[in-house]
Each structure stands twice: as structure tokens, then as C-alpha cells.
């Protein structure tokens, strides 16, 4: 990123300065290409993943030059992240909304009803490869399964955002039809996101237009310095993407069960299916989490209460409401996020920091009861 910096060319000219600049971005699409495995002009780089999102979940995608009909239908997963459920550009009326199953995964048997009402229609649906809120890592390759077997014409758009970094996310591990980064999430920058096709697909109304830039799918002059700091995050993320997974995951196992000795009354979200091995969400009966959160904030640890991008607001969570976990729980769960940088050092910090607002909240509950 900071090489960089010193570009100073807009990647559209044709000039010297202009043409570095290109190279920088080219290289960086061969390198997302080669990561999700597709053609570097079916990657679309964009200022995230909200915004992919909300550019590809259109009713007009067209697969040639030839324009085609509108979908028919979105159906979309009830926990995917607001930048899908309100992003989306279809019309309320062609919405179908999937629930969860208790366990925080997209309830198979749902879909499965509702697609026979679609049978043989253009259908397109929505369903990330990890909740980022549990963790839960979904049914990508059964629900793609039902999908594609209800009709010749459907599209299948994985927000792969949360699982990046942590699981296999290409489109052999994923075969949908768009995968959707955010490279803060592995590693990155914020604010600069890729848009993965596995075929050739034109957005039949882009979501910016103007200039011809990413191949006349996203208007705007590229930001060069966080396209340089997304592909140098790939690279970073496939040479310690093995031993980061198992490590992460021990160390959850290990916070996992200090919560558990320390609060037996404490619910482990997700715990009986397969979870991201960075993502912990959980709740103490009568605790609230805005209270833990800053209790532990004051002790120098950073946790979320539902979704972070929702955390200004005391807002139950949408997930756990669709695994129909009962709201006094909701409003206690609190996510806790591992990253590449946590080693047992701070974890010993959270268990210290988590024990002692544990205790002082525990002891003021008896006291005001008394
Ligand atoms: N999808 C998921 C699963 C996310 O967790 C997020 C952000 O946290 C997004 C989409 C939106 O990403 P961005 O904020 O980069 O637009």
C-alpha cells in the first residue's frame, strides 16, 4: 500500500503514471482470481461488500449482450447481513424470506417448500457461507443443491465476507454464481471489497454508473492504494491460512470452556454445527450485554453485542430472533471475534477482564435483590 502511495497516475490514462497504476490493479485481480478460481474479468472491485451486494442482488442480470427477462424471485436467508436484507434492489412483493433452524443454520426443508412454489422460474438466491454473528457456517452446498434443481435458471449469490481467511471460499468449496468480499475482514483495508463472478454476467442496471472503469460494471476512478492493500492481504492470508484456522480454533475451545466452567448458565450459540474457528457468540441469563460489553471495554477488551455494525443500537438481533432464541437471551448475547493477531496472552486478558465484570455484576444483582 505504501508503494502505492507513490503512484500518482489514474489507472485510465494511458500515460506512464497511468499504465503503473493499471499494472497494480491487474495484478491484484489475477491474484483474486486465482484465489476464488475465475477469470480475472469476472472480478469487480468495489468500495465493499455492502456495495457488491447491493449491486449484484438485482431482478436484471443479463448472462449475454442479449438483455433477459427479470427474475422472478429473491430468496433470501433470514440472517444474512443487513447490506443484503435492505440492500437487495427487488421489489418487496418478489421477496421470499427463509428462516433458520434453531441451530443458526438456513432451514433446508423451508427452502425446499418454498422453491416448489418456483419451480421452473427465474430464481436468485441469498445465503452467506458464514453468519457474522454466530459464525454458523451454512448449508452452501445443499441449498445450492435444491436450487439448482427446481429450475434451469437461477443464481446464487454467497456473501462470503465472514468466512474469507477462515474457510475454503472459492468456487469449487462454494459453487455459487457470485462470491462477495470485504477485505477488512481478512486482513485488509476497509472500504475496498470484491465482486467474484463465476461466469460472465452484465448487472442490467449498475449500481454507479459514469466512466467505463471494471469493465463498465462500476463507474469510478479505482482506489488504487486499497486495491494494493486487498491483494497484498490474500497473499498474507493463503500462506498461514491453515495454521491460523486450527489455532484460532483452540483458542476459542479454550475460551469455550472457561465461560462454561466460570457461567454454567451460559448459552453457547451455535455450538452443535460447524463454526468459523474465530467466532464465539454466547449469553449469561440475566446479564445484559450492553452492561458486559462495557464493563469489558473499561478492561480494555472489545466484544460486540449482535452484529457490530449495528452496535450503536440497542436492537435484538435478527439472527438469534431467527433461530428463535427467546429475547431476554438475545439481549444478552455478546460475539466474540478472534482475530490473526490473538494469541493466548489476550485471551488470558479476556478471562481476566470477564471474570471480574462478571463478579461485580453478579454481586450487585444479589445486592439490589436483597
Ligand atoms: N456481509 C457480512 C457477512 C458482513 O459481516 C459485513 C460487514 O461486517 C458485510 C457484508 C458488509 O461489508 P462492508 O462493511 O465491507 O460493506
Known amino acids: 500500500m505504501i508503494a502505492a502511495m507513490d503512484l500518482c497516475g489514474n489507472a485510465s490514462s494511458i500515460h506512464a503514471e497511468g499504465r503503473a497504476a493499471r499494472a497494480l490493479i491487474e495484478g491484484a ?27 449484484i442482488l438485482t431482478p436484471r442480470l443479463e448472462r449475454s449482450n442479449r438483455p433477459t427477462a427479470p427474475f422472478d424471485v429473491l430468496l433470501v436467508n433470514a440472517g444474512e447481513h443487513a447490506s443484503v436484507l435492505f440492500g437487495h434492489r427487488f421489489s418487496a412483493d418478489a421477496v421470499e424470506t427463509i428462516g433458520m433452524t434453531p441451530d443458526g443454520r438456513l432451514d433446508l426443508d423451508a427452502l425446499a417448500k418454498v422453491l416448489e412454489r418456483y419451480a421452473g422460474r427465474r430464481i436468485m438466491l441469498a445465503l452467506q457461507a458464514a453468519n457474522n454473528e454466530t459464525g454458523v457456517v451454512q448449508p452452501v452446498l445443499q441449498a445450492e443443491a435444491l436450487l439448482r434443481a427446481a429450475s434451469s435458471d437461477t443464481f446464487f449469490v454467497c456473501d462470503a465476507v465472514q468466512a474469507a481467511g477462515k474457510i475454503a471460499c472459492d468456487f469449487d468449496a462454494l459453487p455459487a454464481d457470485a462470491l462477495i468480499f470485504s477485505a477488512h475482514k481478512f486482513g485488509g483495508p476497509a472500504g475496498i471489497g470484491a465482486l467474484c463472478l463465476r461466469e460472465d454476467v452484465l448487472l442490467g442496471e449498475p449500481l454507479l454508473r459514469g466512466g467505463g472503469q471494471e469493465f463498465r460494471q462500476r463507474a469510478g476512478t479505482q482506489a488504487v492504494i486499497s486495491i494494493a492493500g486487498l491483494a497484498g492481504a490474500l497473499v498474507d492470508m493463503r500462506e498461514t491460512f491453515v495454521q491460523d484456522s486450527v489455532r484460532l480454533a483452540q483458542l476459542r475451545d479454550q475460551l469455550e470452556s472457561f465461560l462454561r466452567t466460570l457461567a454454567p448458565a451460559a448459552v453457547l450459540f451455535g ?51 431467527a433461530m428463535r432464541v427467546d429475547p431476554s437471551l438475545a439481549g444478552a448475547a455478546i460475539r466474540l471475534s478472534l482475530g490473526w493477531t490473538s494469541h493466548l496472552e489476550e485471551c488470558a486478558l479476556f478471562m481476566q477482564a470477564f471474570e471480574k465484570a462478571f463478579r461485580t455484576i453478579k454481586a450487585r444483582q444479589v445486592k439490589s435483590a436483597a
Request: charged share 20%; hydrophobic share 45%.
Open 29 to 55: 485481480r489475477e491474484a483474486m482470481a486465482r484465489f476464488v478460481k475465475t477469470l480475472p474479468r469476472r472480478v469487480i472491485f468495489t468500495s465493499g461488500a455492502t456495495e457488491a451486494l447491493n449491486a
Open 271 to 321: 455450538t452443535e454445527v460447524e463454526r468459523l474457528p474465530n467466532t464465539l457468540c454466547f449469553a449469561v441469563p440475566g446479564m445484559e450485554a450492553q452492561v458486559l460489553l462495557m464493563f469489558l471495554d473499561v478492561e480494555g477488551v472489545a466484544v460486540s453485542s449482535g452484529a457490530a455494525c449495528s452496535s450503536g443500537k440497542v436492537k435484538a438481533s435478527h439472527v438469534l430472533e
